[in-house]
T-cell receptor, first 114, second 114 residues
């Protein structure tokens, strides 16, 4: 079925350390994998996305890797800062009748300790 | 830059009442998605519209209906409200439903059912 699993559910790191969040998806037809950051009571905001034709994408301190064979993708945040503290959601697209929809992982609450 | 607009931002209703949530997508975006997010949960896909036609359906109760109008704005109609319908409702828009693309989320409508 349509499923995205995300781990860990909570992650606490020291400022300056790296954080890694992992997700797996179930449908080999999925080809778009965005990551969203959501602060309490606010909207999810896209931070980075990757398509299935590349294995890695980087944007400053944020990188995403994709392993299509294993149906696995990960978010890497380096040199973490307190303002990185938020809930992070991964997602994968699943094709419907005439379009696609995003199925989200259950979220990772990241806490960056000063 | 213009963003997705949702109204109202907050809504309080009694059980068994009806509610209408509105979404105005980013200009030139032809696809609208509706999500429901309960406290501490990930966004759950409800329904989507591409070029004013329903394109996919998720876990939307039969008590809910939605449509997209000629100006591309969308409305989510909720009837016979239940306590469990209390949640944040997000609308997202995307430039094309045919190809996986970034979904931009609106600020959300917080619905409280008493």
């Amino acid at each position: 079925g349509e499923n995205v699993e995300q781990h860990p559910s909570t992650l606490s790191v020291q400022e300056g350390d790296s954080a890694v969040i992992k997700c797996t998806y179930s449908d080999s037809a999925s080809n778009y994998f965005p990551w969203y950051k959501q602060e309490l009571g606010k909207r999810p905001q896209l931070i980075i996305d990757i398509r299935s034709n590349v294995g890695e994408k980087k944007d400053q301190r944020i990188a995403v890797t994709l392993n299509k064979t294993a149906k696995h993708f990960s978010l890497h945040i380096t040199e973490t800062q307190p303002e990185d503290s938020a809930v992070y959601f991964c997602a994968a697209n699943y094709w419907g009748d005439s379009s696609y929809k995003l199925i989200f992982g259950s979220g990772t609450r990241l806490l960056v300790r000063p | 830059a213009a963003g997705v607009i949702q109204s109202p931002r907050h809504l309080i209703k009694e059980k068994r009442e009806t509610a209408t949530l509105k979404c105005y997508p980013i200009p030139r975006h032809d696809t609208v998605y509706w999500y429901q997010q309960g406290p501490g949960q990930d966004p759950q896909f409800l329904i989507s519209f591409y070029e004013k036609m329903q394109s996919d359906k998720g876990s939307i109760p039969d008590r809910f209906s939605a449509q997209q109008f000629s100006d591309y704005h969308s409305e989510l109609n909720m009837s016979s409200l239940e306590l469990g319908d209390s949640a944040l409702y997000f609308c997202a828009s995307s430039p094309s439903g045919g190809v996986p693309n970034t979904q931009y989320f609106g600020p959300g409508t917080r619905l409280t059912v008493l």
